[in-house]
């Protein structure tokens, strides 16, 4: 069956440091992947949008790398702040499907 | 006003009520979106509208009905409801419903409990 799966539990990071978050997924062929940010009770924030022909997408403290041979998609903040904890959530398009597909989210939490 | 507006912010209705969530994107897209946000759980995509006309229906049971009067406005009509039905409802709009256009914008949700 088509999945996608981030990690669950939620990550908790030392402020400064690198946080990876990471999106496997099965049975698609994606086109798209994208990242989304999710503070509570607000919707939502589109943050990266990266190709299934490209290997790395970089915004500000953000990178974006997507494998179609692993099935993954890793999401890193550099140099990070307590103001970088939220809901990470990962969605995919395919060619043949215009409906985002997501993830459950992976909940960061950066430690002053 | 700007981005996507949802209300109202929290609803509390009991089985037997009817009541309609409201959605306003001010962005000039194309395409709307309704979703259900449960704990733990990936967003379920309830429906699509892309230029007023529905595009898709991900099998949503019918006592949930959406209206796409024009391109920036949705509603979604709720009437005898189930308490599984209690959720975050989340409304999205994109420049267009195909691949390329498909960065999603979302409104802050309507929390929804039924009693």
């Known amino acids: 069956s088509q999945k996608i799966e981030q990690n669950s539990e939620a990550l908790n990071i030392q402020e400064g440091k690198t946080a990876t978050l990471t999106c496997n997924y099965t049975n698609y062929s994606p086109a798209y992947l994208q990242w989304y940010r999710q503070d509570p009770g607000r919707g939502p924030v589109f943050l990266l949008l990266?190709?299934?022909n490209e290997k790395e997408k970089r915004k500000e403290r953000l990178k974006v790398t997507f494998d179609t041979t692993l099935k993954q998609s890793l999401f890193h903040i550099t140099a990070s702040q307590p103001a970088d904890s939220a809901t990470y959530l990962c969605a995919l398009l395919t060619d043949s499907n215009y409906q985002l597909i997501w993830g459950a989210g992976t909940k960061l939490i950066i430690k002053p | 006003e700007t981005g996507v507006t949802q209300t109202p912010r929290h609803l509390v209705m009991g089985m037997t009520n009817k009541k309609s969530l409201k959605c306003e994107q001010h962005l000039g897209h194309n395409a709307m979106y309704w979703y259900k946000q449960s704990a733990k759980k990936p967003l379920e995509l309830m429906f699509v509208y892309s230029l007023e006309e529905r595009v898709e229906n991900n099998s949503v049971p019918s006592r949930f009905s959406p209206e796409c009067p024009n391109s920036s406005h949705l509603f979604l009509h709720l009437h005898t409801l189930q308490p599984e039905d209690s959720a975050l409802y989340l409304c999205?709009?994109?420049?267009?419903?195909?691949?390329?256009?498909?960065?999603?914008?979302f409104g802050p949700g309507t929390r929804l409990t039924v009693l």
């Open positions: 999205a709009s994109s420049q267009g419903a195909s691949a390329e256009d498909n960065e999603q914008f």
């Open positions: 990266i190709r299934e």
